[in-house]
């Protein structure tokens, strides 16, 4: 099983676990029944913004979906593994345009912020997204813009933003692939 589909089971299995039916998981996370069918088929991969929703109607933390075994001590993410890390990305399997998520740290017990390594991917589609919490983003490698409600920002490396979620945003990378350390902060 790909890393990917990995968090369309995981999805399926914290909601049969709860007994609820795919009509009742799209009632209380707001999101339409077919979404929640293709994230669980595998045949999309859900974004920052469905999985936030799909976690609070579950009652669980974001990083529940990305969890191997947990740690209660310190979580070291080696670089050379990061390619390992189960990761989730928005838009249908085939579709590479858009970001990659790198769980950093995905074994840690009880955690507050979800901490990601982020590859952002040129795209001319603009689809803001918006939930609760807030985000944390530092540019490692590349230039990404950021659009926040009506305006646009361009970072470039070194470069860092901190903003409210619950406003409409999208980043994506600007002509090349860029690399990013994010935050998110979702409360629960």
């Known amino acids: 099983m790909s890393e990917q589909i990995s968090v369309g089971v995981k999805v399926k299995q914290l909601r049969e ?3 609820l039916s795919r009509e009742q998981m799209a009632e209380r996370s707001l999101l339409p029944l077919q979404l929640i069918e293709q994230i669980e088929t595998g045949g999309l991969i859900p974004g920052l913004a469905p999985l936030l929703k799909i976690a609070r109607a579950l009652g669980v933390r974001l990083g529940t979906f990305l969890d191997g075994e947990e740690q209660t001590g310190p979580v070291i993410s080696r670089k050379h593994s990061l ?3 189960p990761r989730f990305a928005g838009g249908t399997r085939a ?4 970001m990659d998520f790198h769980a950093l ?6 955690r507050h912020m979800e901490p990601f390594i982020v590859d952002a991917h040129p795209t001319a589609d603009v689809q803001l997204s918006t939930h609760e919490g807030e985000e944390l983003l530092y ?3 590349g230039r990404v813009e950021l659009l926040y409600g009506k305006e646009s920002y361009k970072l ?3 470069d860092s933003v901190y903003y409210d979620s619950v406003v409409p945003h999208q980043v994506r990378a600007v002509e090349e ?3 990013l350390l994010a935050v998110v902060y979702a409360p629960f």
Do not use: F, N, Q, Y
């Not at 579709?95 to 858009?98: C, E």
């Not at 740290?105 to 009880?110: E, H, L, N, Q």
């Open 83 to 85: 390619a390992k890390a």
């Open 95 to 98: 579709d590479r345009a858009g």
């Open 139 to 141: 540019i490692l490698e």
């Open 177 to 179: 692939p860029a690399r």
């Open 105 to 110: 740290a995905p074994g840690k017990t009880g």
């Open 17 to 19: 676990s709860r007994s």
């Open 156 to 158: 470039e490396v070194g």
